[in-house]
């Protein structure tokens, strides 16, 4: 009986590890987060599509990120072709994905309605699907931010001007000035803002804003502006009236409080504070309509605070995917420039050439040793034989060749006591990459090196 007993118990115990054994494995795997689309929001009058990304590590209380894709893209494009979903799941924000249903994909950024806070259009639908993720995901209202991509980043800059109330920063990418775009259609493209050719005063630029929600008198959000030099789609001088608007906008001066060169060929200027500022903006050399490139995002999800930094400014030394590019050591094919010896102690150059087969780029800083601010600087050079500049930033090269003089552009044109501004270009040349020589700043000579 007792065998029996015991046989009995060895049976059933049996039993029970294997049926223990199936319900594991029966069970559900954990799955990755996914895309998904929302349908039934709420308000939808441009009648676009919500796509939603919550990472599996979301926050409790989790900010949110509106990520606006460019003409013929999606959202779920702009999701998988986008670093924003993989910093999602490293910080625990979600990710709103809107996806527009307008010709070629477009959003509109050029009707009365787009212009208008609370207007008719698309900028409504992306405010209702925000206030859905507040309702249903515990959203924190106090922790909205938009990015986008070309169409996206004309967008960036309308929902800023169409709704400070909602969001607290963005970050455009190859964007336009709020209004820039205008037809008064909803389908309209304007030529003129796309090649370029549209300059405002600050002033202007700003009342722009200010008229898309009159009688508002709360905080403005930051801002933080992307564009490549040689867009040839939205035409890199969008970049500095940009600028101009939102330093209007926010009230601080259009003179950077700091500049530098990161990772080679990035030109960073910072408005209102070096540090925090509320302008932030990136001029990415040679670069055409491509952005963001890898490790833009993240710089993105950094001034917005969503890596838990409180928002602001990488410095070179931290700024993700970025090295400092001051120094001759910070890339294998940078080269100094040469000391020409003498010159003034008013004024020092110096400079960084990175070469290939047969371009370079060349990135120069102008130090005002002076006791007094420079407001409007020429600064005169001559490059070597067989070079010739094909594209500039942050300043107008003329000529192309041989003694050359480069002339600050509307944004940077004051340089204060002990401050600097940096300017660079890209040049062909025919096997001679040296650094140009006899640097002179509104025709004093400069130290170099």
């Not at 676009?48 to 990520?67: D, R, T």
């Not at 491509?290 to 490790?295: A, E, F, K, Q, Y």
């Not at 010896?341 to 780029?361: F, I, K, Q, R, Y």
């Not at 005169?380 to 067989?386: A, E, K, R, V, Y």
Request: proline content about 6%; glycine content about 12%; hydrophobic content about 35%.
């Amino acid at each position: 009986m007792k065998k029996r007993t015991r046989a009995l118990a060895a049976v059933l115990s049996a039993a029970v590890s294997a049926a223990f054994g199936l319900l594991i494995a029966l069970a559900p795997a954990a799955h990755a987060a996914s895309l998904v689309q929302i349908t039934n929001f709420g308000s939808n009058p441009g009648n676009s599509k919500m796509y939603l990304y919550v990472p599996n590590s979301v926050q409790a209380h989790p900010a949110i990120l509106v990520a606006a894709h460019y003409c013929t893209g999606t959202g779920p494009a702009f999701y998988s072709g986008t670093e924003f979903a993989s910093l999602a799941d490293k910080y625990g924000f979600i990710v709103i994905y809107p996806d527009a249903n307008r010709s070629g994909q477009c959003w509109d950024v050029s009707s009365d309605a787009a212009l208008s806070h609370n207007g008719n259009s698309d900028p409504a639908d992306i405010v209702s699907m925000v206030q859905y993720v507040e309702q249903h995901n515990n959203g924190d209202s106090s922790r909205v931010y938009f990015t986008g991509a070309s169409s996206g980043g004309m967008l960036t800059d309308v929902m800023l001007g169409d709704y400070p109330d909602v969001f607290k920063a963005g970050a455009a990418f190859m964007g336009v000035p709020f209004h820039c775009f205008y037809t008064g259609t909803v389908d309209g493209w304007n030529s003129a803002c796309a090649q370029g050719q549209v300059s405002n005063t600050p002033q202007a630029w700003g009342d722009y804003v200010r008229n898309a929600y009159p009688g508002y008198s709360g905080a403005r959000p930051r801002m933080q502006l992307w564009h490549g030099t040689a867009d040839t789609t939205l035409n890199y001088n969008n970049f500095g009236e940009e600028i101009k608007q939102w330093t209007n906008v926010l009230g601080v001066s259009q003179t950077p409080s700091s500049t530098s060169v990161v990772n080679g060929s990035w030109t960073h200027t910072t408005y209102g504070s070096a540090t925090s500022p509320v302008v932030d903006a990136y001029s990415i050399a040679g670069v055409g309509h491509s952005l963001p490139l890898s490790g833009m995002a993240a710089i993105a999800i950094h001034f917005f605070g969503l890596d838990g930094s409180g928002g602001g400014t990488p410095s070179p030394s931290t700024s993700p995917s970025q090295s400092p590019s001051t120094s001759p050591s910070a890339s294998p094919s940078a080269s100094p420039s040469q000391s020409g010896g003498g010159g003034s102690g008013a004024c020092h150059v110096s400079d960084t050439v990175s070469a290939w087969n047969t371009g370079l780029t060349e990135n120069i800083t102008i130090t005002n040793n002076s006791t007094s601010a420079i407001n409007g600087w020429r600064l005169g050079f001559t490059l070597p034989s067989g070079q010739t500049v094909v594209s500039a930033w942050n300043a107008t090269i003329s000529p192309s060749s041989g003694a050359v003089t480069a002339t600050n552009v509307s944004y940077n044109a004051s340089i204060p006591a002990g401050g600097n501004t940096s300017f660079g270009f890209q040049a062909n040349h025919t096997g001679n990459a040296a650094a140009p020589t006899g640097f002179t700043l509104n025709g004093t000579a400069c130290s170099v090196g």
